[in-house]
């Protein structure tokens, strides 16, 4: 599916933020586990959760989901069981790394697959450490296909973090709660936490504490959990995309309420208002355990920045997003230690280059990031160009909206994934202002 963009949009009005994937797919996971009664609310109903569920289905979970869109786990009388076709994990990272986490934890034997993306992206993050705990998994060189048979864990367990990432210290987290292992990560730069606090939510014996300015977290071996309902809030990495189509889309005001504002994930918010982007957070709130608030934006006039170190992490979904927002400020914006992103659905740093080359958009290209020189005006561009997506929802939907400051529709290719993270996200920009046509 590709998809035009139009050339008179203004952003303006009211919307709800899109459920968050990480928590959504955390919820599914850990729900299934603790095998009682429980409702998910604000559930995001994208490709992504949608894997994960029908995986969690496919061992015995009995999930499912009602006609107004909310999420039921019944209590069941048997426990998960092993599965002769291959779980499907799509385009999600997520689902099948905290998955192999899980199931390997639980002692099953089961089988992993995904889509050409997922196929190609490094699972030796996660063998390696599941391994050491115990877990027997054979790969294929460190990538899917994957396949996992029953082995005893052992009883306590140690890691420190090679890369900063909330995949790889979830996917222990879940398999150490499923064995029965007790866990030490030390992990030294800060990545999402909503599997800690999640389990913590739901009375998990789990702590982080700081030492020589490293987290550490510790989840016991026993764990007593208990479910309740639970509210997902909305996906701030979803919203990055409306804020920043009203920061350069000249909009007089746009509304996006219940966004989650996890301190591990806001970094893309202080990384626009060092830009000079005009958001306001209000009606800060828990829902569930987490932080959410109602975020007001307005049409601002941004310069560049330089974002590096500790702040990569926090912001690792938005760059793309955030590399738009530098195109259309006012000087040079750097962009450094993002490497990660060369791993993600798509090699995002070499998909944002190729998009401003067609663009015109100047830019220098780093192994670990890039520089943007940055201009407010429209672009004059010739009709008809085209930017490759590469199958990856965030560039796409990152180019649909730099299509905002351009002279002439572009179209974007291959926009298909977009439903993985954001499924309504045609509907919600077309309500604000701004048509995409099929
Ligand atoms: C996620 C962690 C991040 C992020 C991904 C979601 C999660 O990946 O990019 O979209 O839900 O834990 P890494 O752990 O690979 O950094």
Known sequence: MNLTTSTDGQILGKVQCPGDKSISQ????IGAFMNQNMIIDGFLHGQDPLSTMNALNQIGAGISIDGDGRVHLCKRNQSFHNCENALNFGNSGTGLRLMLGLTSG???????CGDE??????MDRIINPL????????????KLPISISPTKFKKQYKYELPVASAQVKSSILLAGLAAGTSIEIIEPIQTRDHTEKMLKHFGANIETSSQDGKNVIKLASSNYLHAKNYNVVGDISSAAFLIVAAL?????GLEIMNVGMNPSRTGVLQALQKMGANIEVKNNRLESGEHCADLFVKKSELKGVELSGKIIPNIIDEIPIISIAAAFANGETVIKDARELRVKESDRLRAVSEGFSSLGIMHRNFEDGMSIQ???????IDPS??????DDHRIAMSFLIAGLKCSKPIIVKDCENIFTSFPNFIELISSIGYELKK
């Open 131 to 142: 391994t050491e705990m115990g877990a027997n998994i054979e790969s294929t060189n460190g």
């Open 26 to 29: 955390r919820a599914l996971m």
């Open 117 to 122: 993306s997922l196929s190609s992206r490094p």
């Open 374 to 380: 940055g201009a407010p005006n429209q672009l004059l």
């Open 248 to 252: 350069i889309g000249n909009s007089p």
């Open 385 to 390: 160009i085209s930017i490759d997506s590469y």
């Open 106 to 112: 639980m002692g099953l034997k089961a089988s992993f």
